[in-house]
């Protein structure tokens, strides 16, 4: 039903336009941005970031097959010759790769561990159906679950967003260099888990990543585009926040608490169609993609 | 050491020549067929198919973001139109989705199953390096581990390949069709691993990857190319058996049964290099991709 949809706050996305493929068809990425509690100091960077059109006439540098695709600055790490970043950027402490449970849930609604699931008691008691959720074990972290649209992983006392397919996160330099956010990737290929916690997930593609995933791997080491091979990156024309985009569509993700995201989440784990011999009872989180569409 | 790593069989390669791309650069991908008692009727089937040219002149059709690339006859599908299948193809049944345990480990060393790493004591016994391997907890089977090269995962009695990035399967009809072969896909996002022990895997690719992962997404249902966007078929100049092929270089893999296997895939589950703050201290069983190099 509609009302299991929850629309996207036009404030949280970010528009960036690459320049046309080769056919001149248009090639236009949306990315959703995350909430509080997560990565704020990255995410209001990013806004400042955007604000001061400051990836216009940067590039897509980095495609590293079954890993991420990368874009901004390409001499970012260069000091003589990097683009000036806008005055205002925060420098983010390590600590918020992650944030604290009591902030992520409510205290009101306390967080109970339900030993089974890993998740939080609250969580089965909105949605009354506990039978339903599939097992999810993680090799990476000790519970694993959803929160207002996005997959969580983490232990009893921090969660992080987790380093799924399409998600977003903020190129860093060794510790404690943390990013500016000047610097972004995606994932494009298998969940790159090992990540979380390590660097900041500042948002998601919810619409062109086909235009991410299918460039030309890069030839250069760990996938940076190799000028030898004649210039391969992508130019960036503009990135906006969708505040300044005229022509935008609404987005609508499906609640994860609601019912019908968790009987989505069964028929992951549970492959009932006839195409299916064997269902293997569970899913890792990242093959339970968080369903965004277009609002009617 | 150059001990720990193992040749691959020429006789177990087949190599794909897709027509160059648009700058004219050519695109070979090379396919390394699963080894006995896996999946040996469909591998069968393969050989024939590329001993009678079948593949030359068809196409890649398929594209589906975060899913499969799929290759062969469009046409395959009706009746008609289909392009006719060599004479000798065999049709194989279900249950060979997997193999009985005793014939993938030689039953004198038995399967005693050690309970915390779901992995057979000999194993451990012939690496005595048991302290090394990471914990890889698994939503889809019981064991999870690695055998001759290849990730293999299900319970005690049967085992499969896992539907790993590059993990390459056989398109199939609805049940009790298994496919001939003829249709071939390979997984070019986040592990499927629903499909295990529901479709044929029969290899996968261990060179030229990128041509089939950077290749534009379908439009039409479920990510097949549709005519209304122009022809996006990638056309097939050649698949062959690599004993055709006069200029293929040689190609090994880490032995899964050798100490710098444990070593390598304790490293991807515990990052120590000074770019990781914390470390998972496990892995899931495709986040540790067998490393597969050309020979020197």
Known sequence: PQTDWTGIDPADLLVM??????????????IQLLPAPFSQGWVGNV???????FWDGTSVYRVQDNYVTQWGDPDGDDKVKAKPLPKGLVEVPERDYSSAVDAIWPASKGYVVDKTHDLPAS???????????????????????????????????????????????????????????????????????????????IGRIIEGM????????????LGFYDAAQGDERVP?????????????????????????????????????????????????????????????
Chains 1, 2 share one sequence.
């Open 210 to 221: 086909e235009h991410m995933s299918s460039l030309p791997r890069g030839h250069g080491p």
């Open 236 to 296: 960036i024309v503009s990135v906006r926040l969708a505040e300044e985009v005229t022509d935008l569509p609404r987005y609508e993700y499906l609640s994860t608490e609601s019912v019908s995201f968790a009987k989505y989440a069964d028929a992951r784990a549970n492959r009932r169609d006839p195409f299916f011999l064997r269902t293997a009872g569970g899913a890792d989180v990242c093959n339970i993609p968080v369903p965004v569409r277009r609002a009617k």
């Open 47 to 53: 806004r400042k970031l955007a604000a001061a059109k």
């Open 123 to 201: 969580y089965f008691t909105e949605m009354e159906t506990k039978a339903l959720w599939p097992k999810m074990k993680d090799s990476y972290s000790e519970t694993v679950t959803f929160w207002n649209g996005w997959p969580l992983a983490g232990d009893y006392d921090r969660n992080s967003p987790v380093h799924c397919y399409g998600m977003v996160g903020v190129g860093r330099d060794m510790p404690p260099n943390t990013g500016t956010g000047a610097e972004l990737y995606t994932v494009i290929g298998h969940a790159p888990r090992h990540l979380d916690r390590n660097i900041a997930l």
């Open 17 to 30: 336009d690459l320049a046309p493929d080769a056919k001149g068809r248009p090639r236009r990425v949306v």
